[in-house]
């Protein structure tokens, strides 16, 4: 570095401010007064938010605060899969769309109603109790960004157990060491993706893997390209062969809001992965 360069921190510092268009910030929903209340009553603020949601049972204590542990929302009982789903179809928005979902290349469009995923996941959600899968359990998922992926992710959550989604273009060896730290049971996964509208393998990431990991017992594999995959018949089963066959109704059970609900895993850039554990009323 030469006497006139700047020192390294002096270039770490933006001070411009971008302020958003008049009609967007004239349209929404966060205006300065919401953060002037919670800045005044942070509790009272987030019961103010939680009342927003279903609860099965409300809360007696909004915050337990012992540095450096909180507990939010300690009594409530609550569903996150409720939450996204069962209120919205109960209030009559069942035909409303959810979302567009585009595939790869824009070869494949799908409109999902909240109806249509509603059903879905309660067969998903029966297909992995059939699987074994109770509250409490961990649930890995290795696939791409297709339909099947919500509905898994929303499956785990209307019974209670938590799961870790895995980007499906990271490694058997990142793969298997995601499954061994939170414990998993089940794997749900896909024979393969596509990529610029080619057939892209998945699968074999996951056989590979599980092959230091003795306690998953099912693997759920989506079929998406229909490429030819090996096949445990001991452990794996087809999506369509057993999601498909299941009763679209779902009973849902109410969990404490500090239930695990996911694991998220930081990058492992610079150290081991570590899984970050969010609960339903984070929602």
């Known amino acids: 570095m030469t006497p006139n360069e700047p020192a390294l921190d002096a270039l770490l510092h933006e001070n411009r401010r971008f302020e958003p268009p008049e009609e967007l910030a004239r349209n929404a929903n966060a205006k300065p007064e919401l953060y002037d209340e919670a800045a005044i009553d942070r509790v ?78 309660c067969q998903a959600a029966n297909a992995l109790t059939e699987l074994g899968i109770r509250a409490g359990d961990r649930v890995a998922i290795y696939m791409p960004m297709i339909p099947e992926t919500v509905a898994a992710m929303l499956a785990c959550a209307r019974l209670g157990a938590a799961h870790t989604v895995v980007f499906c273009g990271f490694s058997s060896e990142a793969l298997k060491g995601r499954i061994l730290d939170c414990d998993c049971r089940v794997v749900i996964t896909t024979d393969g993706q596509f990529r610029r509208g080619a057939p892209a393998p998945v699968k074999p990431a996951v056989d590979e893997a599980l092959k230091e990991c003795p306690d998953v017992s099912k693997v759920l594999v989506v079929r998406r390209t229909e490429t030819d995959v090996d096949w445990n018949h001991d452990r794996d089963v087809w999506w369509h062969d057993l999601v498909e066959k299941q009763p679209e109704t779902h009973e849902p059970e109410a969990f404490d809001a500090e239930q695990p609900l996911y694991i998220m895993y930081t990058s492992g850039t610079t150290a081991k992965p570590k899984g970050i554990l969010p609960q339903p009323a984070d929602i």
């Open 44 to 121: 009272g603020f987030w019961e103010k938010q939680a009342e927003w949601l279903k609860w099965s049972e409300k809360w007696h204590t909004a915050l337990e605060w012992e540095a450096p542990f909180a507990k939010w929302f300690i009594g409530g009982k609550l569903n996150a899969s409720v939450n996204c789903l069962d209120r919205h179809v109960e209030a009559g928005f069942g035909d409303k769309v959810a979302y567009h979902w585009v595939g790869d290349g824009e070869r494949d469009t799908r409109t999902i109603t909240y109806g249509d995923l509603h059903k879905l996941v």
